[in-house]
């Protein structure tokens, strides 16, 4: 399968303008800043000036940020403008145009990826923690996995989905545990147990980490949990593309 850049480049055009007039996909990663925001001010007043509780507040405000922004943001870019070209029936006469569907796979794709990623780090700034405590390579290489992940559910999502409201209720309990669970499972040992086999728990466990003070190794059965949700929701993809028949019309 060949990829005209030009063609990747006009799909690109169309995503972003889509993207752009999607009020609601683009809500959850602006959600994750406003609430960062509000959490750093409330949490601040609670410090009472002792530093090592102002790190773990501060850093409770950035996972807070991240969960919303990978667990709910990303899903909600990839599978709601989707979602709505099926909706409109768009996609279709898309799809049977000269776009092939690399071109379509990278152009759905890469917008919403980018401002993920762009946000996990604004977040961190945001947040107001000493980015001292921050290895960026590694906070780089979980968050872009977990990122990834997240925009191919929700392509995948957008391909099962006949409408934006039937996006949205498929998406509803995968965006409650990604971005809720972890953000519980200080609170629960279950939860805790259960978010190590999450992304955005690894996510969440990384950056307490890094608020504790320590250096944050990442092991076999972490990166095995970030490379095979990205993998699975690449084949599930795969699969419902393929099946949807959008390219054999």
């Known amino acids: 399968m060949k990829l005209s850049f030009h063609k990747l480049k006009a799909v690109l ?78 996609l279709r006469a898309l799809m049977t145009s000269s776009v092939n569907g690399l071109e379509f796979f990278l152009g759905s794709l890469i917008p919403p990826f980018i401002i993920t990623v762009i946000m996990n780090f604004v977040l961190i700034f945001v947040s107001g923690i000493d980015i001292a405590n921050i290895n960026f390579l590694t906070f780089t290489f979980v968050t872009v996995i977990s990122s990834l ?41 279950s939860i805790d147990n259960l978010s190590n086999y999450l992304y955005t728990g690894i996510v969440e466990k990384m950056i307490n980490s890094f608020m504790s003070g320590g250096s944050y190794i990442i092991h076999t059965q972490q990166v095995f949990v970030l490379i095979s949700s990205l993998v699975v929701f690449s084949v599930v993809f795969i699969y419902f593309y393929q099946k949807s028949g959008f390219e054999q019309d």
């Open 149 to 189: 992940s997240s925009c191919m559910l929700g392509l995948v999502i957008g391909i099962m989905a006949n409408s934006q409201v039937n996006a949205s209720n498929i998406m509803s309990p995968f965006i409650f545990i990604l971005s809720l669970l972890p953000t519980f499972s200080q609170f629960n040992e």
């Open 13 to 90: 055009y169309l995503k972003v303008r889509m993207l752009m007039n999607n009020t609601s996909a683009l809500s959850a990663p602006l959600m994750g800043v406003i609430m960062t925001v509000i959490i750093r001010i409330l949490y601040t007043s609670l410090a009472d000036g002792d530093s090592s509780r102002m790190d773990m507040l501060l850093g409770m405000a950035l996972n807070l940020g991240l969960s919303f922004n990978i667990g709910m943001g990303a899903v909600m870019m990839t599978s709601l403008p989707l979602a709505e070209e099926k909706e409109k029936h768009t």
